[in-house]
Protein backbone atom coordinates (compact mmCIF):
# COMPACT_ATOMS: atom_id res chain seq x y z
CA UNK A 1 0.00 0.00 0.00
CA UNK A 2 1.46 3.41 -0.80
CA UNK A 3 1.58 5.98 1.92
CA UNK A 4 -0.23 9.23 1.24
CA UNK A 5 2.16 11.86 0.49
CA UNK A 6 -0.60 14.68 -0.03
CA UNK A 7 -0.83 18.23 2.27
CA UNK A 8 -4.21 17.99 3.99
CA UNK A 9 -5.68 21.08 5.62
CA UNK A 10 -9.00 22.27 7.56
CA UNK A 11 -9.94 26.01 8.10
CA UNK A 12 -12.51 27.42 10.60
CA UNK A 13 -13.87 30.56 11.22
CA UNK A 14 -13.83 32.05 14.84
CA UNK A 15 -15.18 35.45 14.15
CA UNK A 16 -13.97 37.74 11.89
CA UNK A 17 -10.52 35.14 11.53
CA UNK A 18 -10.06 31.90 9.76
CA UNK A 19 -7.82 29.56 11.86
CA UNK A 20 -6.02 26.77 9.24
CA UNK A 21 -4.01 23.60 10.06
CA UNK A 22 -1.82 22.00 6.85
CA UNK A 23 -0.37 18.89 7.72
CA UNK A 24 1.75 16.02 5.89
CA UNK A 25 1.77 12.66 7.51
CA UNK A 26 5.39 11.87 8.52
CA UNK A 27 6.18 15.32 8.02
CA UNK A 28 4.14 17.57 10.79
CA UNK A 29 2.34 20.38 10.51
CA UNK A 30 1.13 23.88 10.59
CA UNK A 31 -1.46 26.29 12.08
CA UNK A 32 -2.18 29.60 10.48
CA UNK A 33 -3.95 32.28 12.03
CA UNK A 34 -5.80 34.84 9.74
CA UNK A 35 -7.18 38.44 9.98
CA UNK A 36 -9.22 40.15 7.10
CA UNK A 37 -6.46 42.73 5.82
CA UNK A 38 -9.29 46.30 6.08
CA UNK A 39 -9.65 45.86 9.34
CA UNK A 40 -6.46 43.90 10.61
CA UNK A 41 -5.41 45.21 13.93
CA UNK A 42 -1.64 43.03 14.13
CA UNK A 43 1.42 42.69 12.53
CA UNK A 44 1.24 40.78 9.26
CA UNK A 45 3.58 37.70 8.56
CA UNK A 46 2.20 37.77 4.87
CA UNK A 47 -0.52 38.42 2.82
CA UNK A 48 -3.03 36.26 1.02
CA UNK A 49 -2.64 35.68 -2.81
CA UNK A 50 -5.97 37.61 -3.23
CA UNK A 51 -4.76 40.35 -0.98
CA UNK A 52 -7.93 39.92 0.98
CA UNK A 53 -6.39 37.92 4.42
CA UNK A 54 -3.13 38.79 5.99
CA UNK A 55 -1.35 36.33 8.03
CA UNK A 56 -0.82 37.29 11.87
CA UNK A 57 0.47 33.70 13.19
CA UNK A 58 2.22 30.55 12.24
CA UNK A 59 3.95 27.87 14.17
CA UNK A 60 5.67 24.56 12.68
CA UNK A 61 4.70 21.51 14.65
CA UNK A 62 7.05 18.51 14.33
CA UNK A 63 3.89 15.89 14.38
CA UNK A 64 0.59 16.03 12.61
CA UNK A 65 -1.32 15.18 16.08
CA UNK A 66 0.50 18.40 17.64
CA UNK A 67 -0.91 20.41 15.35
CA UNK A 68 -4.26 19.10 15.61
CA UNK A 69 -3.57 19.43 18.72
CA UNK A 70 -3.25 22.81 18.60
CA UNK A 71 -5.51 23.96 16.09
CA UNK A 72 -8.29 22.20 18.11
CA UNK A 73 -7.42 24.36 21.02
CA UNK A 74 -8.02 27.43 19.32
CA UNK A 75 -11.70 28.04 20.41
CA UNK A 76 -12.72 31.97 20.44
CA UNK A 77 -12.12 35.10 18.49
CA UNK A 78 -11.25 36.62 22.18
CA UNK A 79 -9.17 33.76 23.33
CA UNK A 80 -7.32 34.84 19.94
CA UNK A 81 -7.27 38.48 20.63
CA UNK A 82 -5.77 37.97 24.10
CA UNK A 83 -3.07 35.86 23.00
CA UNK A 84 -2.12 38.26 20.45
CA UNK A 85 -1.87 41.00 23.12
CA UNK A 86 0.07 39.36 25.65
CA UNK A 87 2.06 38.47 23.16
CA UNK A 88 2.99 42.08 21.68
CA UNK A 89 2.25 41.12 18.19
CA UNK A 90 -0.30 44.49 18.04
CA UNK A 91 1.02 47.14 16.06
CA UNK A 92 1.62 49.47 18.95
CA UNK A 93 4.46 46.33 19.51
CA UNK A 94 5.75 45.82 23.73
CA UNK A 95 6.10 48.56 25.86
CA UNK A 96 7.90 47.68 29.24
CA UNK A 97 7.45 50.36 31.97
Same mark, same amino acid.
Given at each position: ? @?? &????????? #??? $??????????????????? *????? &?? %???? #???????????? @? $?? %?????? @? &?? *? %? &??????????????????????????
Amino acid at each position: M @AE &NNSINHETK #VLG $RLKIEVQFQRGTGGQVLIW *APSET &NK %YNSI #VKSDDGFWDCIF @A $RL %YSSVEE @A &NK *A %Y &NNFSSEEQIDSMMSRCGFGRSGCQIT
